[in-house]
């Protein structure tokens, strides 16, 4: 490796026996030296009040964690200039540029619980002022720090050795983000605290793309983007959904000229609302000021954001229901809708509980869901579709349940309750249907399609709900298929009236929108 800097190495120890087995004590101005010999041992030091250090010793890492993994846990505080990965105890020792990187670095995580793979892990200063491993023990290791090295200082990484974790120079301040898996809203001042960890977040735009949410987001500096990108991309910021896939744009400036729900220039203040658009909430730019410490807590950053979006408002945060688990919908065809129908319908978005039409009001119903983040992604994806012709209004109630009528009472079977039903999707922890939902789309995706059933069959199927079918496509195994719709609308009508159709022999016909088109 002989383009590897001189104040760049990386030693990974190779053997968990020869952790266990002996120590080496070092004076606390000494340096720890990794070389694989057995009359050299690492003694992990479990002072807590070793004075400040260059040297970071993590603990508690979970099992598998990557070198790119622990780097990023040092990148927003300055540059990385080693590490030393103890593998078989789950720890490793990170050496930073100055002292005064790592003083910021173990100030900043005393607040706010550092995580990696969702688990937490300690940090303290090392009791050795420097590191000094054999650069040949894992070039792997040694080709990701040279990588991030090279970016940090702006130059070029000299080795692919580490395959997909070398990183190429910064090429724009703009990072290109795409959220799979979005189970909950995810909104721009949610992104803002997530990204302002690592550097000066300029401007925010948010859009919806090929039936994802995306947005592009400007750093001030192409190295913030780069640490950003490296740190976030394939985190999740609730438990198990709402995943960041993040590369960079071809764009390198962006031109905001709104400042409100779906784009912001933090540079621009004085920028307008824009036509139809809510401006800034006050109360999401308090929650989010700088000076609102205290909704970080001891979490990590990407659960800080959601602790904040959810403090303005905004988000119900996963695994509290809150208030809000029960929806208003009005302006229904009070001549076509039905209990069932809104059922099927918003039970794309989560499980149903109940659902009442208004007796003296039969264009508005109460349903509710099992908890407010399934009531909010039900609001923000249905508002403003159109249903039995007419375009539906989605808002949150005030009532925190829907109540049943007393028995004996007729209400015209206005009222029903769903809390056994066998049809909810979402019933199974960790079910793939929470990494399916999508906004309504032309394209359905059919499941659970029994052998014998052909293309002409279903095609004539959905044409008979009123509709036309613009294309289909089966799967490999065609047990499932996409079919498109002329329409959104009629995509709706036939996700309301052929999902858990009967096809025969047990099977029932499996809808939901697809983010795919044909």
């Known amino acids: 490796m002989d383009g590897i800097a001189s104040d760049v190495a990386v030693g990974v120890k190779r053997s968990s026996d020869e952790l266990l087995s002996g120590s080496l004590y070092n004076s606390p101005n000494s340096s720890v030296t990794a070389n694989g010999s057995d009359s050299k041992k690492l003694r992990v030091e479990d002072s807590m009040d070793s004075p400040p250090s260059r040297v970071i010793h993590i603990r508690k890492l979970p099992n598998e964690v990557s070198e790119t993994e622990v780097i ?119 992104l803002q605290q997530i990204f302002s960890k690592f550097g000066t977040v300029m401007k925010i735009i948010t859009f919806t793309k090929n039936n994802q949410f995306q947005a592009l987001l400007q750093f001030s500096d192409p190295v913030n983007a780069q640490q950003a990108k490296l740190s976030l991309d394939g985190q999740n910021i609730y438990n198990s959904c709402c995943t960041l896939r993040i590369d960079f744009s071809k764009l390198v400036n962006l031109n905001v000229k709104y400042n409100n729900d779906k784009s912001r220039d933090y540079t621009r203040p004085e920028l307008p609302a824009g036509d139809g658009q809510p401006p800034v909430d006050p109360s999401v730019a308090a929650a989010l000021s700088k000076d609102s410490t205290s909704l970080l807590g001891a979490i990590s950053p990407l659960s800080a954001a959601a602790a904040a979006a959810a403090a303005a408002g905004r988000v119900v945060l996963s695994g509290h229901s809150g208030p809000g688990g029960v929806l208003l919908v009005s302006n229904l065809n009070e001549e076509m809708v039905t209990p069932q129908s809104l059922f099927t319908l918003f039970g794309v978005y989560g499980d149903v509980q109940r659902v009442k039409i208004l007796y ?63 049809l909810h999707r979402f019933k ?23 052998e014998s059933v052909t293309e002409d069959d279903l095609r004539l199927l959905f044409s008979n709900s009123g509709g036309t079918v613009k294309a289909f496509k089966f799967f490999q195994d065609r047990k499932m298929a996409l079919l498109q719709m002329a329409t959104v609308e009629e995509a709706i009508q036939a996700l309301i009236d052929l999902h858990n159709y009967d096809m025969g022999r047990g099977h029932r016909l499996r809808v939901s929108f697809s983010k795919s088109t044909i």
């Open 72 to 190: 990023a846990l040092g990148l927003p505080f300055g540059k990385v200039t080693n590490i030393l990965m103890l593998k078989g105890k789950n720890q490793a020792f990170l050496e930073l540029g100055t002292e005064e990187a790592a003083i910021t670095m173990v100030n900043y995580y005393t607040a706010v619980t550092p995580q990696v793979r969702n688990v937490p892990v300690f940090i303290q200063y090392s009791n050795h002022k420097e590191l000094k491993t054999d650069s040949a023990l894992n070039q792997r290791a040694q080709a990701v720090l040279q990588a991030v090295s090279a970016v940090q200082e702006g130059g070029s990484p000299s080795s692919d050795t580490a395959g997909e974790s070398v990183l190429t120079p910064a090429p724009s301040p703009v990072l290109r983000i795409i959220i799979d898996n979005m189970f909950y809203p995810v909104t721009l001042d949610v």
């Open 360 to 422: 003296n009001k039969k264009d508005s119903a109460l349903i509710q869901m099992s908890d407010g983040n399934q009531a909010q992604l039900a609001m923000s994806h249905l508002n403003g579709q159109k249903m039995y012709g007419k375009i539906i209004r989605v808002t949150l109630s005030k009532h925190q349940t829907v109540q049943l009528p007393r028995e004996g009472l007729d209400d015209q079977g206005l009222t029903k309750d769903f809390t056994s039903s066998p």
């Open 428 to 450: 199974k922890p960790g079910s793939k249907n929470f990494q399916n939902i999508f906004p309504p789309s032309a394209t359905l995706h059919l499941s659970n399609i029994p």
